[in-house]
Structures are given as structure tokens and as C-alpha cells.
């Protein structure tokens, strides 16, 4: 059975702290992982993931991926209290264009 | 250009009773989800839907049914509302099944007491 594991599930940090959030997958036949930031409402999409080591950026966040040990990180450095918010990873599930989700990891940044 | 949008943005419903949510996009995408989202699970698919008239089950369809009668729209109804079905409800758009980025409206929080 496809699934997305992410952790940890909730961390609080000060600003100015640097946070790695993991998200671990085991996906039929795999083709993608994306991130989302989720704040009080909608997902809004943060990156798409399709090659291994290959590093994406954003401003502050960057996630890489790695294919062989079915795994991503996503990295978020100098945070800011605009971080805060639940950051969901997901996988688009056996070969199809269907996400499934990972429970997501709550991040709150303290000022 | 308003992206996804949902009505109704919160609802109370009382076991039994029948509501229709309805997602409407603006971005001409072929591909709507319906998603409902609890604590600690994520996002789970409820049906979806690859163009105009089509509809297909997710991960999680009993209780509800949908239908896309124009590209635009997808509607999620629920016929006997239970309190197993609180939760909030997400639609979601995508230009085409390989373009896997989902573009996500902003919810709707029901409660069936």
C-alpha cells in the first residue's frame, strides 16, 4: 500500500533557528513528491520534486530528494514567524495523478 | 482570475440532513479533487474527476457523491450527513493528469452535529 510519512509531526523553534522537516515515501512506481505549505487555509504549493539530488529553492526553503532511500527533506533557514504553518508532503499514487498525503508537520516559529 | 473557490466557507448540518458543497475554478483545468482533511491524517482523496461529465471514487467515497456537469464546477454532495463526515473539505484543480501540481481552494469547514 502506497504511503507518505512525514516527521516530525509538530516542532517549535525561535526565529533565526534553522528546521529540516523529513518526509519518507513508499509509492508504486514513483514519479514525483511535492510540498506544500498549508497556513490557515489552503495548500499552496511550495516545490515538485522528480530528481534525485537535484536541489530546489525558494527564497529561504529548499527540499532535494533521494530516490534511492525514498526520502525528502525540506529545508527552511533564518525562520520567520510567516513560517509558521503545516507542511504536507505528497506523492502522486501508482502511476496515476491521485495525491496521497503525508499527516503533515506542524511548524510554529516563536519570535 | 480567482483561482479555486468554495461555497459554502462553514456549515452545520444535523445528522440526516442532505448539502451539496459546490468548487468551482477559473484556470480551465480538466482534473477536480475533492479532498477532506481531519487531524493527523492529512489529506485524503474523497472522488475526483478527469473532465466535464466524469466522475471516479478516491480513497475515502462512502457517504458521498459528486458530479461535473460543466468543466468549470464539481460538486460534492453528501445525501444523509453524519457526524462521521466533520471535517473540512478541499477542492482542488489541475491543468491535466501529468501536470501533478494541484492548485487548492481555501475550504470548507462542516460540522454534523
Known amino acids: 500500500e502506497d504511503k507518505v510519512v512525514q516527521s516530525p509531526l509538530s516542532l517549535v523553534v525561535h526565529e533565526g533557528d534553522t528546521v529540516t522537516l523529513n518526509c519518507s515515501y513508499e509509492v508504486t512506481n514513483f514519479r514525483s513528491l511535492l510540498w506544500y505549505k498549508q497556513e490557515k487555509k489552503a495548500p499552496t504549493f511550495l516545490f515538485m520534486l522528480?530528481?534525485?539530488?537535484i536541489e530546489k529553492k525558494s527564497g529561504r526553503l529548499s527540499s532535494i530528494l533521494d530516490k534511492k532511500e525514498l526520502f525528502s527533506i525540506l529545508n527552511i533557514t533564518a525562520t520567520q514567524t510567516g513560517d509558521s504553518a503545516v507542511y504536507l508532503c505528497a506523492a502522486p499514487m501508482d502511476s496515476s495523478y491521485k495525491l496521497i498525503f503525508g499527516s503533515g508537520t506542524r511548524l510554529l516559529v516563536r519570535p | 482570475n480567482a483561482g479555486v473557490t468554495q461555497t459554502p466557507k462553514f456549515r452545520v448540518l444535523k445528522t440526516g440532513q442532505s448539502m451539496t458543497l459546490l468548487c468551482a475554478q477559473d484556470m480551465n483545468h480538466e482534473y477536480m479533487y475533492w479532498y477532506r482533511q481531519d487531524p493527523g491524517m492529512g489529506l485524503r482523496l474523497i472522488h475526483y474527476?478527469?473532465?466535464?461529465?466524469?466522475?471516479a471514487k478516491g480513497e475515502v467515497p462512502d457517504g458521498y457523491n459528486v458530479s461535473r456537469l460543466k468543466k468549470q464546477n464539481f460538486l460534492l454532495g453528501l445525501e444523509s450527513a453524519a457526524p462521521s463526515q466533520t471535517s473540512v473539505y478541499f477542492c482542488a484543480s489541475s491543468r491535466s493528469g501529468s501536470e501533478e501540481t494541484q492548485y487548492f481552494g481555501p475550504g470548507t469547514r462542516l460540522l454534523v452535529l
Open positions: 474527476s478527469v473532465g466535464e461529465g466524469t466522475t
Open positions: 522528480t530528481s534525485s539530488g
